[in-house]
């Protein structure tokens, strides 16, 4: 089995392009469709790859899964990080992030968060997916509880991170109702009372 990971890492940039394709292709339809909605010969097909390809890199759906969920998580924490340093105050990083969720609830390609539907999808906590999900989530609130570190207690710090959470989180099951822009703006006046400045010791 170590043999066999090892092979996979080290894959000529061909099959490391196929890969990719097999995944961001996964991803488009899964957010679109679905986990269970959407089968592997659809993806195979929509990826334009053989199936001895897809099953080379992905022995079952799950594992699929999973690398769709590792992949996101990868770019989105990579795009937080850059958010961060872009902006210098604890309000201004927190102010951000919520911005960038206003900007992905406008785009015409939003279906809601593959994280969330994750967590629908698969209810048992011992499933994979469900385990991926829920890592993403406590990322965001970790990087969150870190930001505001910089201004105020570490239990206070926690306690406001996953208020922040349950915001966005509502906010994007709203953006998927069509009333994004209200349910951000509301989430923004919520999150400027959490971290104000006058709450602050």
Not at 14 to 26: M, N, P, Y
Not at 110 to 135: Q, S
Not at 175 to 197: T, V
Request: charged share 25%; glycine share 6%.
């Amino acid at each position: 089995m170590r043999q066999t990971c090892l092979i996979t890492m080290t894959a000529t940039p061909s099959h490391s392009g196929k890969r990719q394709q097999i995944v961001d292709t996964a991803y488009a339809l899964f957010k679109r469709e679905g986990y269970h909605a959407t089968g592997i010969d659809r993806i195979i097909a929509e990826a334009a790859v053989a199936k001895m390809t897809m099953y080379r890199n992905f022995p079952s759906k799950d594992d699929l899964i999973v690398e769709v969920l590792d992949d996101r998580a990868r770019r989105f924490a990579r795009r937080l990080d850059r958010l961060a340093q872009a902006a210098a105050t604890p309000g201004q990083k927190i102010a951000t992030i919520f911005d960038w969720y206003a900007r992905w609830f406008r785009r015409p390609d939003f279906h809601g968060c593959l994280f969330a539907h994750a967590l629908a999808e698969f209810g048992d906590p011992g499933h994979p997916a469900f385990g991926r999900a829920v890592a993403q989530k406590d990322d965001l609130r970790r990087r969150m509880r870190l930001i505001l570190e910089e201004a105020m207690p570490a239990d206070r710090a926690e306690s406001a991170a996953a208020a922040l959470l349950m915001l966005i989180e509502g906010a994007t099951l709203m953006a998927e109702m069509g009333q994004g822009d209200a349910a951000m703006g509301a989430a923004r006046q919520a999150a400027a009372r959490i971290i104000a400045p006058e709450a602050l010791p």
